[in-house]
């Protein structure tokens, strides 16, 4: 692969069996935490024809890869220019944290639609420690790394939906979505 090229393999068509509710609770109640972000209208989104794609992410290269994905799913739903940025530099934080703090995951991208809006979801899943302090994580300016904790926050303003379900010691998924106008 040269420099440039895109390795992510683009989305794929496929049915849905499970569409994934607007919440979901991968920890027992008293052990999870749940921040829900900004949303859009509150009406329910299903899957746009099940398209789909899952990207590793368990070393830097791997957040090219995510980062790539994400760019070719924004133009695939067309969004405009400003959005697609918003929503690659939401990926980027979400899979970097995932990677960072929560020792790798899974990011998965899915196309969705709600009535004639069409939207991009994506699901970053980590199984490290957790975070402890939700509303601490979500204050601009905190960080538990190097970086100037502007990431989770930052993520969440920059998407419509925003969901995080996080509980110490079962890691952390984050589902995202941003809708077309």
Known sequence: ????????????????PHPRPAAVEDHPPQAA??????THSGQAAETAGGSASRHPIRSE????TARHAVRAATLDVGFTLVDQTRVVTAASELV???????GGGTLTIEVVRRADVRGLRLTVTDHGPGISDLDAAFTD???TGPGLGHGLGGARRLMDDFHIHTAEGHGTTVIATRWTS
């Open 1 to 16: 692969m040269r420099p440039g090229d895109d390795p992510s393999p683009g989305l794929v068509a496929m049915e849905d």
């Open 33 to 38: 935490a749940t921040r829900l972000g900004p």
């Open 61 to 64: 290269e791997h957040l090219l």
């Open 96 to 102: 970097r944290n995932a990677y960072i703090h929560g």
């Open 141 to 143: 300016g905190y960080t």
